[in-house]
């Protein structure tokens, strides 16, 4: 342990600038000698509480296009906040290139220590690091591109009326959740490339040729068959991210219409990583802070005071009910995330032989913030918790699932933290993070091209839940209004194919069209 | 890292989609602030407050799955007795812990509107009949506007553009050395320079050549303090409008609580009304019995006097005050009279006389508001039968003067907001709907 320092950063709980950056740089020293971590340069933003509430109300980003939506979000976020319903956060951060952490004016000089060790370089580096961030968000342009959009929508509004583009909006924000590509498209082949294979594919096909397979009795080639996969091929389907085929094949759309369900399909894909990294990127931010404050206080640079101070809110923060508390809303990622990077650390340091079993990878490998950075770097929650989750904490936490049967009259307990029940549960748990799984699959697999234009959208149903009927008709109202015609979703039985609904909607006269003539 | 204070940056930047998200449920926002007007009382009618509208109306749907029916499975935390394979009873709404949205049940949406919100809402498609006269007061100058450009000022209002151009020109005029000649004279040099043979002297002239146009540069200066220009900014006095609304009414004996309370209201909304249109708004109380004097508001709907019906004496009253204090070449002369109708069948002429000659040629507009009882007997049998009062008769000989003179009949204080509405619907709506 190093050297005690001789004075504390900051006595009591008032702050002024010089007081940030002595704490940001004791922070950062921490934060990049002790955990090694690799993150974005810092940009510190002090906001005041109104402020704050604008912040949430759109989504968090420092600009956005204005939209109706903004505002009911913000009106209910107001009204709490002054019922006291709910506090505010103490800081907000943007994954952005440099990170943007906005602190509130309102926090003690203990709590901007911990929003600067938790944002600043917790989440910071799980931005940086995380493949799933690497893969889908440009930090270094979101903010750029967020300007344009701004501006872009307003000149929209300019020119073709607020109506106009609100009810794009409108439309496009009912489709956002299909609005993302959830896996990495193959780039496309140049000619050469294209060449090559086909060479391959006819040397192969010469390599096999059996004159033997001509006496085969053949079916009746299907013509429909393939013109159907023609085009199939030729549209780019099935495909799961609607708007992005609106925005490429729907016949009625004026270009501006196109850029437009462009941008919200991009911001849609920005935020694609944060709902499937909840938990880790508060886990880790969590662990972060802790680690942090905690290295402050054994050096002297907190008081004890401050430390209990800090102690206090990280309590409330990973706190968890439990489920028959009167209080219980779901699970708390930050009580979820932080436990199990806690409990990671206690397999690499001290493992129990249970450890060794379940995680022979590490258990006892010493190396802590070696193996979390990995794990940072290269999970995300559903692989995160069906690969860490130790039957430990299953026990501490008291895990149970229940099995909830429509054709059965009672809901049954299918497995509880033992033996029996720890993969199980963790396979369960694992679900409930899992996007593919919480989403609904819903893809759009053909155009009647030839006869009325119908686009024709399946829902995979799985488990027997279907969409909320009533939400499910008014989105395919906006997509009949996007596509110009008719529209039908089918919810689709997985085993047998069979349709279990439909929903069908006309395009609206007065819907977004507008590149009539 | 960088630290940057963002608290003084101007606030309200979800004020635009506030205003959108009202507009967009401006139907449902202003039934609904119409509706809260029945639990208000006319006093706190201008504070901020709490509206409910249907949340339905505001949704954004989304494709998401059912909250009901299907195969489903929670993960939970905390359990205390549960064995695997135990039963437990289906909660009776089928709804479990983590099965629900949260806030989608809730099928109202409710929020804040502020002060003006409300207002605005609560008045819209309302005008302002006559609005006429516009006074330009002296003294009360306010509002400064841009006017030209000065040399001097304070560094905020100062313009680059102007001051850039004044720059640009002056070097022009003076010839002031450009980077480029100068670039061009060090490349010639290092040219020179580098090829072989003696050169000495030519560079030497190049040399001096550029410290003279180097000197040159330091003299005449890039931006120099004669180029400066600042916007300048004047006050400007801007007209102010004012309007005095004179409240009259009968507080004879024959005038109720009930009917005092229903011209109270009435007062209340044309004040809220005539604040809004108008910077000025100052009110004149006048109560009458065989006599009239002005008093303040309290007296006004408050004490009790006796005594008989002579309405030309506050006609008269209200005249004298105007000739003393409201020239109405000054003001916007605003009349609402309260009465229950009694008035001495002597007195009749008179007030015609004055209101017809004297009132209404100054005035902006006069509403005449008759309240009757709650439970008027002859109001439930309609129209014809009833016997209409005097001052009813007789004010009905000068009613349709271009809109200016109104009355209406009121019994009950759910009337009163459909009566004022009435009167003070925008004009083109009211044409249309007569038209048609």
Redesign the interface.
């Known amino acids: 342990m190093s050297k005690l320092a001789t004075k504390p950063l900051y006595e009591g709980s008032d702050w002024n ?1 010089d007081t ?2 002595r704490i ?1 740089d004791t922070v ?1 020293q921490v934060a990049h000698e002790e955990l090694d971590l690799n993150t974005y ?8 509480a ?2 704050m ?2 912040a949430y ?2 989504t968090g980003m420092p600009l956005l296009y ?7 979000q ?3 976020n ?2 709490m906040y ?1 019922k006291g319903q709910r506090g505010l956060a103490y800081e907000l951060v943007i994954n952005s290139d ?1 990170c943007i952490n ?1 602190i509130m ?1 309102e926090n003690s000089a203990t709590m901007q220590t911990l929003v600067l060790a938790h944002a600043a370089f917790g989440h910071n580096h799980f931005f940086k690091n995380n493949y799933l961030f690497q893969q889908w968000t440009d930090a270094e342009g979101i903010l750029d591109y967020l300007e344009f959009a701004k501006r872009y929508i307003a000149q929209c509004e300019e020119r073709y009326g ?1 109506i106009q583009v ?1 009810r794009l909006l ?1 439309a496009a ?6 609005g993302v590509h959830r896996y990495p498209r193959g780039q496309a082949r140049d000619l050469k490339a294209e060449m090559a294979r086909e060479n391959e594919r006819h040397a192969q096909r010469e390599r096999d040729y059996n004159d033997l397979y001509r006496t085969l009795p053949k079916g009746k080639a299907k013509a429909a068959d393939a013109a159907v996969s023609e085009r199939a091929a030729a549209l780019g389907l099935p495909q799961e991210n609607v708007l992005y085929f609106l925005e490429k094949s729907a016949p009625r759309l004026a270009p501006w219409q196109r850029e437009i369900l462009r941008i919200t399909r991009v911001l849609a894909q920005y935020f694609y990583p944060q709902g499937q990294t909840k938990v880790m990127n508060e886990g880790a931010a969590c662990y972060v802070h802790y680690r942090i404050m905690t290295a402050l206080h054994e050096r002297g640079h907190i008081t004890e005071g401050s430390f209990l101070e800090f102690l206090t809110s990280h309590t409330n923060v990973v706190s ?1 009910p ?4 009167g209080r ?4 708390n990622p930050y009580w979820v995330g932080y436990n199990m990077m806690q409990d990671i650390a206690q397999v690499c340091t001290a493992p129990t032989e249970e450890d060794r079993l379940w995680f022979p990878d590490i258990a006892g490998g010493g190396d802590v913030e070696g193996t979390l950075k990995h794990i940072w770097a290269n999970y995300r929650d559903e692989s995160f918790v069906s690969q860490f989750l130790s039957p430990r904490l299953m026990r501490h ?10 054709k059965v ?10 033996e ?2 720890y993969r199980e ?1 963790r396979r ?2 694992a ?2 993070y899992d996007i593919s799984w919480q989403e ?1 699959d ?1 893809q759009i697999v053909d155009v009647d091209l030839a006869g009325d234009r119908t686009l024709m959208l399946e ?1 995979h ?1 799985t ?10 008709g ?2 395919v109202q ?1 997509l009949a209004d996007l596509w110009g015609y008719e529209v039908v979703l089918a919810e689709i039985e997985p085993e047998g194919g069979s349709t279990l609904k439909e929903h069908k909607a006309r395009p609206r006269a007065s819907g977004p069209r507008l590149a009539e003539g | ?7 003084l ?1 101007p ?4 004020l ?9 449920a401006k139907a449902l926002v202003q039934q609904a602030v119409r509706d809260s007007l029945k639990d208000r009382s006319i006093k706190d009618l201008e504070t901020e407050g ?1 509206v409910t509208i249907p949340r339905d109306e ?10 009901s ?12 007795e ?9 909660p009776p709404s089928g709804g ?3 099965g629900g949205h ?1 806030g989608e049940g809730d099928d109202e ?4 509107l502020s002060r003006e919100e409300f207002l605005d809402l609560f008045l819209d498609d309302l005008e302002l009949p006559e609005l006429a006269k516009k006074k330009l007061t002296s003294g009360e100058a306010e509002g400064v506007r841009q006017a030209g450009y000065s040399t001097s000022g304070s560094p905020s209002a100062l313009s680059i553009t102007r001051t850039m151009r004044n720059s640009m020109s002056r070097r022009i005029a003076l010839k002031r050395p450009r980077g480029e000649e100068m670039a061009k004279i060090e490349a010639e040099i290092a040219r020179l320079e580098a090829l072989p043979g003696d050169h000495s002297d030519a560079i030497a002239k190049l040399r001096e050549e550029l410290e003279r146009l180097e000197r040159r540069r330091k003299l005449i200066t890039y931006v120099d303090p004669i180029d400066l220009r600042y916007r300048r900014f004047e006050p400007t006095p801007k007209p102010i409008s004012q309007a005095v609304m004179f409240c009259l009414m009968d507080v004879s004996g024959s005038m109720t609580e009930h009917m005092k309370d229903l011209a109270k209201r009435f007062y209340a909304l044309l004040h809220l009304f005539l604040k809004r249109c108008y910077r000025h708004v100052e009110v004149v109380f006048i109560r009458h019995t065989d006599r009239a004097e002005e008093v303040d508001e309290e007296t006004f709907f408050y004490s009790r006097e006796t005594g008989g019906t002579l309405v030309s004496t506050a006609l008269e009253k209200m005249l004298q005050v105007m000739k003393d204090r409201y020239s109405p070449n000054d003001w916007n002369i605003y009349v609402a009279q309260a009465s229950d109708g009694d008035n001495m069948p002597s007195d009749t002429a008179k007030t015609i006389a004055l209101m017809a000659d004297e009132i209404m040629p100054v005035a902006q507009y006069v509403a005449y508001l008759e309240v009757g009882r709650e439970e008027d007997p002859m109001m439930s049998m309609g129209g014809p039968l009833m016997r209409a009062s005097d001052l009813w008769r007789s004010y009905g000989q000068i009613d349709g003067q271009n809109g200016k003179f109104v009355m209406r009949k009121v019994h009950h204080r759910r009337e009163i907001y459909p009566v004022f509405r009435e009167l003070f619907a925008k004009r083109g709506l009211a044409a249309g709907r007569g038209k048609s």
Request: net charge negative; charged share 30%; hydrophobic share 30%.
């Open positions: 600038f940030i950056q940001y950062e340069p810092n940009q510190i933003e002090v906001i005041t109104e402020q509430l604008d109300s759109s204005n939209h109706w939506s903004f505002g009911k913000f009106l209910t107001e009204l002054r440099p906005y004016e607020q609100e409108d924000h009912a489709l956002n959740r299909q968890q439990m489920f028959d508390s219980y809303g779901g699970l936490w008291r895990l149970f699932k229940l099995d909830d049967h429509e009259d009672h809901i049954k307990v299918d497995a509880i933290h033992d029996r029940g549960l369960g748990l679900r409930q609904p819903i829902h149903v488990n027997g839940v279907l969409l909320a009927e009533k939400d499910a008014r989105v906006h | 890292m960088h630290i940057v204070d963002r608290r940056n606030g309200g930047k979800s635009v989609n506030r205003q959108r998200f009202l507009r967009r709490e505001v949704h954004e749907p989304s494709f998401r799955r059912g909250s029916g299907g195969n489903r499975e929670h993960i939970l935390p905390g359990n205390k549960y064995l695997q394979g135990d039963e437990i009873e289906r479990e812990g983590a949260q949406f409710r929020f804040v």
